[in-house]
């Protein structure tokens, strides 16, 4: 049973492109969050999304920040239009259904430069 | 405000010495609190779990305490390695709101040495 996997694991983008960061939760977890870390900081949450709907998104920066997690295939967070201060490790977790408040299982982490 | 603190920021141990990392919280009511450990470019991994019921717990080398009317936690970690070298990180979850209203601590780093 693989874990949570993210990709890419490292990625540069120059200010102003889009930058799309995947998610795919272990084998049979339906609920999936994104956390933020900036250097030398804790890690900050940002959504919390379930197969096809975003339950809680009130950590997320309201302006070029969109996340989704389709019927199919990965959790995507999307940032578009980067700017440096986007520059920081993302951290995906996933827990199985109905056990929300059990132990998140994180993903390695994609760290985004933003240059 | 929600806040989690942990003590020390770093630590540097020898190998084979025990250590302890201390964590002080003010969320409450709260739910649960957790160890997780973070190595150098990987995702946090849970090492203990603990509910406002529960005063110990423990994972192999690893045991956390857990005084819910002080608000304190701590990690002891037992005859250390140098895999221990790490970020360890506590969190906590509030009584209400779910998992995803956690609030991390920013961690303390250890550096186990030969």
């Known amino acids: 049973n693989a874990g949570v996997m993210q990709n890419p694991r490292h990625l540069v983008r120059r200010r102003g492109q889009e930058a799309r960061l995947r998610c795919s939760p272990m084998?049979?977890?339906?609920?999936v969050y994104w956390y933020r870390q900036l250097p030398e900081e804790g890690l900050k949450f940002m959504v919390y999304?379930?197969?096809?709907?975003?339950?809680?998104e009130s950590g997320m920066p309201k302006e070029r920040f969109s996340a989704e997690f389709p019927k199919e295939g990965p959790s995507i967070l999307r940032i578009q239009q980067v700017v440096r201060g986007d520059s920081a490790a993302y951290f995906c977790?996933?827990?199985?259904?109905?056990?929300?408040?059990?132990?998140?299982?994180f993903g390695p982490g994609t760290r985004l430069l933003v240059l | 405000k929600n806040q989690v603190e942990q003590s020390p920021q770093s630590l540097i141990i020898l190998e084979g010495k025990n250590c302890t990392l201390q964590?002080?919280?003010?969320?409450?009511?709260?739910?649960?609190l957790r160890w997780y450990k973070q190595d150098t470019g990987r995702g946090p991994v849970s090492l203990t779990i603990?509910?406002?019921?529960?005063n110990t717990k423990s994972n192999g080398r690893y045991t956390a305490t857990l005084d819910a009317d002080t608000k304190q936690s701590s990690l002891h970690i037992t005859a250390s390695q140098l895999s221990d070298s790490a970020s360890y990180i506590c969190?906590?979850?509030?009584?209400?709101?779910?998992?995803?209203?956690?609030?991390f601590g920013t961690g303390t780093k250890l550096q186990v040495i030969p």
């Open positions: 603990m509910t406002f019921s529960e």
């Open positions: 084998k049979g977890h339906s609920h």
């Open positions: 964590c002080n919280y003010t969320v409450s009511p709260f739910s649960n």
């Open positions: 977790a996933s827990s199985p259904p109905h056990r929300a408040t059990e132990t998140q299982y």
């Open positions: 999304l379930q197969k096809e709907n975003i339950i809680d």
């Open positions: 969190v906590v979850s509030p009584q209400s709101g779910g998992y995803q209203k956690v609030t």
